[in-house]
């Protein structure tokens, strides 16, 4: 491929509106180019990276036996309220009306439409299992899309859909589909890790998340220091024994104990008492204004759970309540803040003043274990302008159930071990699901079993952000030069830059060179600019191709022509002669590995 024929519009100034790398060097490298917010136009060279992703998915789960199907983008509403989740998606969701004034969304992931398809088509249990697979356009209609690919409001995703008679088969292909998403992100060349996950709106009850490694990710995960537990911080599960202060191992033997829920168990004599405290209604707010540490206070956060009651969730005041974790707790399908005028009817104060102790006795409290037996507290008082200290869990909230409740955070027990968390950032490029009958049964998906029975199906959801996936890439492998591709995600494997366009001999030379590696399967581009080498050279960099070959007038007159790695600062001369097949086998040896 010649360079002049191809839109490579790359650009010199790095773009005001890009905040993280990726989306700087998506955008620099004439990758893509933003429509609207979220939504973009994919170049030459940006879907020819894309293609390789989809193309070691596609691999992948073919050889998992998962089949490839193309599911409507556009989706009709009934589908999506026989399941429940027209009303509850929220303003994620993209809503549509045909000219009919019928209703229809655009997809923003596919259990509906897929389960449909199943239940009109698979009648038998000899028909399963059956794993079925699309990579396809998504639209979330995001609240913040931002950094480009990472969070788009379109983008693509592969998204797949398992079918089974019984639980047991359908924990066999969840296994199956996380060892295949293993085997898709080390082809991609990242470093990553599965952590245990939350099940968020998809729902279902297993999951793990493919997480990046990356300082830019969006999401917090915790890993233990001694084994292999790790887990989103929304979900990683806290082991009883107290935490550590600092990051995990660093920290370990130091004798750095943060003081156990205040002191837990030690007996206290102090008596309630209630303080003013105008307008003060944060803990940090109310803990500069008593001048104590935070940890000796109670959050209450007044939560209505499946559109019905309301709960009050406590967390000590240095800890942050695990949404996911409350309403797994609940055995919840949904979980929201209590509205301001909620919050006043059951406590009887502004927002701002909830406390543990003088609630109606009817609401039920639930507390994160860190609060067991805490003594000495400071919550609010169900009262304007005032806190109560002196609290006693067991003198004053004694009927509080105790779960594990907070985000987990770096010094925190290992469930499994006597290890410490330590904490990293990452960027969740893809999550597998064990839904059980979650869709099945909300969609009478049924087959008749080897008895005749009618069974409601299994099913387990698996997804992988593509485009994400691209850019995670990207987070993970760059300079300040540019991007560094691992050669299967490549736009090309190779760069051919003749220093002078001009120059007969190096132009036919370069040529070559060019049709050689092409006659040998090898994606190269010719750069056939008349620009100076250094603009060539800052290009090739910038986009990153894994490897570049320089074809020069003094290397030439020793017969040789540079070839450097995209990784490496010094570049090596090579026969011309020998060239096509050196670069043959490097291409086939990191393909391979
Ligand atoms: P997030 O928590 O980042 O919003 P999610 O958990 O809602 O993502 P899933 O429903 O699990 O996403 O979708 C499967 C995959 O699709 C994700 O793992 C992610 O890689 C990708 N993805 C989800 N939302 C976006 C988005 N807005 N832009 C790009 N990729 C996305
Ligand atoms: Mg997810």
């Given at each position: 491929?010649?360079?002049?024929?191809?839109?490579?519009?790359?650009?010199?100034?790095?773009?005001?509106?890009?905040e993280?790398v990726?989306?700087?060097?998506?955008?620099?490298?004439?990758?893509?180019?933003?429509?609207?917010?979220?939504?973009?136009?994919?170049?030459?060279?940006?879907?020819?990276?894309?293609?390789?992703?989809?193309?070691?998915?596609?691999?992948?789960?073919?050889?998992?036996?998962?089949?490839?199907?193309?599911l409507?983008?556009?989706?009709?509403?009934e589908?999506?309220?026989?399941?429940?989740?027209?009303?509850?998606?929220?303003?994620?969701?993209?809503?549509?009306?045909d000219?009919?004034?019928?209703?229809?969304?655009?997809?923003?992931?596919h259990e509906?439409?897929?389960?449909d398809?199943?239940?009109?088509?698979?009648?038998?249990?000899?028909?399963?299992?059956?794993?079925?697979?699309?990579i396809?356009?998504?639209?979330?209609?995001?609240?913040?899309?931002?950094?480009?690919?990472?969070r788009?409001?379109?983008?693509i995703m592969?998204?797949?859909?398992?079918?089974?008679?019984?639980?047991?088969?359908?924990?066999?292909?969840?296994?199956?589909?996380?060892?295949?998403?293993c085997?898709?992100?080390?082809?991609?060349?990242?470093?990553?890790?599965?952590?245990?996950?939350a099940?968020?709106?998809?729902?279902?009850?297993?999951s793990?998340?493919?997480?990046v490694?990356?300082?830019?990710?969006?999401?917090?995960?915790?890993?233990?220091?001694?084994?292999?537990?790790?887990?989103n911080?929304?979900?990683?599960?806290?082991?009883?024994?107290?935490?550590?202060?600092?990051s995990?191992?660093?920290?370990?033997?130091?004798?750095?104990?943060?003081?156990?829920?205040?002191?837990?168990?030690a007996a206290?004599?102090?008596?309630?008492?209630?303080?003013?405290?105008p307008?003060?209604?944060?803990v940090?707010?109310?803990?500069?204004?008593?001048?104590?540490?935070?940890?000796?206070?109670?959050k209450?956060?007044?939560?209505?759970?499946d559109?019905?009651?309301?709960?009050?969730?406590?967390?000590?005041g240095?800890?942050?309540?695990?949404?996911?974790?409350?309403?797994?707790?609940?055995?919840?399908?949904?979980?929201?803040?209590?509205?301001?005028?909620?919050?006043?009817?059951?406590?009887?104060?502004?927002?701002?003043?909830?406390?543990?102790?003088g609630?109606?006795?009817?609401?039920?409290?639930?507390?994160?274990?860190?609060?067991t037996?805490?003594?000495?507290?400071?919550?609010?008082?169900?009262?304007?302008?005032?806190?109560?200290?002196?609290?006693?869990?067991?003198?004053d909230?004694?009927?509080a159930?105790?779960?594990d409740?907070?985000?987990?955070?770096?010094?925190?027990?290992?469930?499994?071990?006597?290890?410490?968390?330590?904490?990293?950032?990452g960027?969740?490029?893809?999550?597998?699901?064990?839904?059980g009958?979650?869709?099945?049964?909300?969609?009478?998906?049924?087959?008749?079993?080897?008895g005749?029975?009618?069974?409601v199906?299994?099913?387990?959801?698996?997804?992988?952000?593509?485009?994400?996936?691209?850019?995670?890439?990207?987070?993970?492998?760059?300079?300040?030069?540019?991007?560094?591709?691992?050669?299967?995600?490549?736009?090309?494997?190779?760069?051919?830059?003749?220093?002078?366009?001009?120059?007969e001999?190096?132009?036919?030379?370069?040529?070559?060179?060019?049709?050689?590696?092409?006659?040998?399967?090898?994606?190269?581009?010719?750069?056939?600019?008349?620009?100076?080498?250094?603009?060539?050279?800052?290009?090739?960099?910038?986009?990153?191709?894994?490897?570049?070959?320089?074809v020069?007038a003094?290397a030439?007159?020793?017969?040789?022509?540079?070839?450097?790695?995209?990784?490496?600062?010094?570049?090596?001369?090579?026969?011309?002669?020998?060239?096509?097949?050196?670069?043959?086998?490097?291409?086939?040896?990191?393909?391979?590995?």
């Amino acid at each position: 491929m010649r360079q002049t024929r191809m839109l490579i519009p790359t650009l010199r100034e790095v773009p005001a509106e890009a905040e993280v790398v990726s989306h700087k060097l998506l955008l620099r490298a004439a990758m893509i180019r933003q429509v609207a917010r979220g939504i973009y136009d994919f170049l030459p060279l940006g879907v020819r990276v894309l293609r390789k992703v989809e193309r070691i998915i596609r691999e992948e789960m073919e050889r998992a036996g998962a089949q490839e199907v193309l599911l409507p983008v556009v989706c009709p509403a009934e589908l999506w309220q026989e399941s429940g989740r027209w009303e509850r998606y929220g303003k994620e969701l993209l809503r549509i009306k045909d000219r009919n004034d019928r209703d229809f969304c655009f997809g923003p992931t596919h259990e509906e439409v897929v389960t449909d398809l199943v239940r009109r088509e698979v009648r038998s249990y000899r028909e399963l299992p059956l794993n079925l697979f699309q990579i396809q356009v998504k639209f979330r209609d995001e609240v913040r899309p931002r950094f480009g690919l990472m969070r788009g409001r379109e983008f693509i995703m592969k998204d797949g859909y398992s079918f089974h008679l019984d639980r047991a088969d359908c924990e066999r292909e969840y296994d199956r589909m996380f060892a295949a998403y293993c085997r898709i992100f080390d082809r991609c060349g990242l470093r990553y890790r599965p952590v245990e996950a939350a099940t968020g709106t998809i729902g279902g009850s297993r999951s793990h998340e493919f997480q990046v490694l990356a300082d830019s990710g969006e999401d917090a995960i915790v890993s233990c220091d001694r084994c292999d537990y790790a887990a989103n911080v929304e979900k990683g599960a806290i082991g009883d024994r107290a935490p550590v202060a600092g990051s995990g191992s660093a920290a370990r033997g130091t004798g750095t104990a943060v003081r156990a829920a205040a002191t837990a168990g030690a007996a206290s004599a102090s008596p309630l008492q209630a303080v003013a405290t105008p307008e003060k209604r944060t803990v940090d707010e109310v803990a500069a204004f008593l001048r104590l540490p935070t940890d000796r206070f109670v959050k209450t956060l007044l939560y209505v759970v499946d559109g019905g009651d309301a709960v009050a969730a406590l967390v000590r005041g240095d800890h942050t309540l695990s949404e996911s974790k409350l309403k797994d707790a609940l055995g919840a399908q949904t979980i929201e803040l209590a509205p301001e005028t909620t919050v006043e009817r059951v406590t009887g104060a502004p927002v701002g003043f909830a406390g543990p102790v003088g609630l109606p006795t009817r609401l039920h409290l639930i507390a994160d274990r860190a609060l067991t037996g805490i003594t000495d507290a400071v919550s609010g008082a169900n009262k304007a302008d005032t806190h109560l200290t002196g609290i006693d869990q067991a003198r004053d909230f004694p009927d509080a159930t105790f779960a594990d409740l907070r985000v987990a955070a770096a010094g925190d027990a290992c469930p499994r071990c006597d290890g410490r968390f330590v904490l990293q950032r990452g960027i969740e490029v893809g999550q597998v699901f064990y839904l059980g009958t979650k869709y099945s049964a909300a969609l009478k998906a049924t087959v008749l079993d080897a008895g005749g029975q009618e069974r409601v199906l299994e099913m387990g959801t698996y997804g992988i952000g593509v485009t994400r996936t691209m850019a995670a890439a990207i987070e993970q492998n760059h300079d300040a030069a540019g991007i560094i591709w691992s050669l299967p995600l490549a736009p090309f494997h190779v760069v051919v830059v003749p220093v002078n366009w001009s120059d007969e001999r190096l132009r036919t030379t370069a040529e070559r060179l060019h049709d050689e590696l092409e006659a040998r399967g090898i994606e190269v581009l010719l750069d056939d600019r008349e620009e100076r080498p250094g603009v060539k050279f800052k290009d090739a960099d910038l986009i990153g191709y894994p490897l570049r070959l320089t074809v020069g007038a003094r290397a030439l007159d020793r017969g040789a022509v540079e070839l450097k790695r995209r990784r490496e600062s010094a570049a090596t001369e090579v026969p011309v002669a020998e060239v096509a097949a050196r670069v043959a086998a490097l291409v086939a040896e990191e393909l391979r590995a």
